[in-house]
């Protein structure tokens, strides 16, 4: 099954911040994969842009060693990195300075999208938008495109809001959280929307609970700095987790587009109960070995009190969750790479095969990584004679497998998000009110710590997390699903 591609109309891609790693690791090599498809023109325009002294053959070589890492052994025939690249410009500008703004207005073209994408610091984001304005850059086709973090707290991201809200509307600006651009994120939608199957039992009377897991074995690595200043409840929870737990809890939009969707979200955020102190448990990674060193060593803070590990457990307080906990894991260092969903259902009202036959509840796993797919994990008889014991066997669906040897991988979420930028798409992006929204809720769960002075603890690198976490299934008499080596 190899997919359709609809090519996107020419535009021009500034991106600020050009030289560093985003646009190095992601968004150079996601825009070549969309040439190679055919979804990119060759008429369009990329120009990097930030204070390092290069000119565009510079650039263009710094970019061909980014792809041959990042993108390597795409289908893309002899000769087509070389024309990719001869769509790349570079301009040295400092975003606080004035040089190389004039230069940077003169390569716009007149009569298309043209996209700004801010891959800097968010404290040079007012610097950036000022001088587009100044410079004639901005107008009813130009896109603004952010990354996370999308502040550090509720007012932060606020100011942030109406710093952009100054020199662009909300429909021009595009944040970013790459979740949103996971092909399993967006078949989530699919399962639940375009199936008569699950949207009947979809709500509390019968699920039982929901967890959502997002497992990295990965440690702080370079990112020490900007991480203790975090941590796993700004850095993970307030954003990817947020987007996820909205994706399952929230009320089917009325269409597939922007504000229905973004409008049923924000309504998810706003219905989220506050978190009871008992019911969330922080943790904080030890040493595994000398090259792995444990958290307060790799941030370079022995006294550090951040979370690297946060697993809670929630309440959305309206008529289809009523009673259903949500509970949601996320952390650094644990045994094994894995996002996963669990809809966990109830048992069935009544086991007519008595109670020696044994019962297992109904799950609907959605992973997210690795191997994306979905599985339905449902009873049947155990096999052979012996009397109706009962045993649960996964319906399993891997979307690789699904797609069949011609499929295609994937696209990359920053692939697909790029070009819904271009299209003008903002269905896969959050809007202003929702990321002020999750900061509303999370605020006063790190407020709450701050003043208990809550110390997280320490869990042991390459585990499943804190055995605290545990506990707040245990006490439940539930258990996690999803972490496996
Ligand atoms: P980075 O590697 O430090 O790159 C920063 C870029 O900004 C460099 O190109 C730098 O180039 C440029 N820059 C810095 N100051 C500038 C100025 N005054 N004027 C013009 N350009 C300037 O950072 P990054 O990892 O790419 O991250 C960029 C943004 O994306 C950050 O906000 C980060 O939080 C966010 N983000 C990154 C990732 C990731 O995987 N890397 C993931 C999610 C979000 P010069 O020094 O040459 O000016």
Sequence with gaps: MVSRVIPVDPFDL???????????????????????????????????????????????????????????????????LERFLGMIDYVTLDAQGDAGWARLAGLISEDRVRAFY????????????????????????????????????????????????A????????????????????????????????????????????????????????????????????????????QLLCLIAMEPPARFEPDPVRDEKLKVIRALDPVEPHHIVRGQYEALSAEHPGYRAAVGNPRSTTESYVALKVHISNWRW?????????????VARSSVINVVFKDAPHSIFGAEAGRHANILSIRLQPNEGITLHVTIKEPGPGGMRLVEVPLNMSFAEALGPDGEDPPDAYERLIMDVMRG???????????????????PIIAGWRKRGDVPKPYESGSTGPLDADQLMKRDKREWRGIKP
Excluded at 143 to 159: Q, Y
Excluded at 425 to 443: C, K, S
Aim: proline share 3%.
């Design 167 to 242: 020199h662009f509307d909300e429909g021009q600006v595009y944040r970013i959280d790459h979740y949103l651009g996971k092909e399993t994120v967006q078949n989530l939608m699919a399962v639940r929307f375009g199936n008569v199957l699950f949207e009947p039992l979809w709500n509390a009377q019968y699920v039982d609970h929901i967890q959502i897991t997002v497992a990295e074995t990965v440690g702080v690595g370079g990112r020490g700095e900007y991480y203790d200043r975090a941590g796993a409840m700004r850095d993970m929870m307030q954003n990817h987790l947020m």
């Design 14 to 80: 500034v991106v600020f911040g050009g030289t560093g790693d985003l646009a190095r690791r992601k968004i150079v090599p996601a825009l070549f994969r969309r040439y190679c498809a055919g979804q990119m023109q060759p008429d369009s325009r990329l120009i990097g842009a930030a204070r390092s002294e290069l000119d565009s053959t510079g650039y263009r070589a710094m970019m061909a060693d980014a792809i041959r890492e990042h993108a390597p052994g795409r289908a893309c025939e002899d000769g087509t």
């Design 322 to 334: 009523s009673g259903t906990p949500f509970y949601l894991r996320t952390g650094k260092r644990l």
């Design 118 to 165: 801010l891959s800097v610091g968010p404290g040079l984001f007012g610097d950036i938008a000022e001088r587009l304005r100044t410079h004639g850059m901005v107008n009813d086709r130009s896109r603004i495109v952010v990354e996370k973090p999308f502040g550090h707290d509720l007012e932060s991201a606020r100011a942030l809001n109406r710093t952009l809200a």
């Design 425 to 443: 798409n903002q269905t896969l992006f959050m809007r202003g009110d929702e990321v002020e929204a999750a900061w509303a809720w999370v605020d």
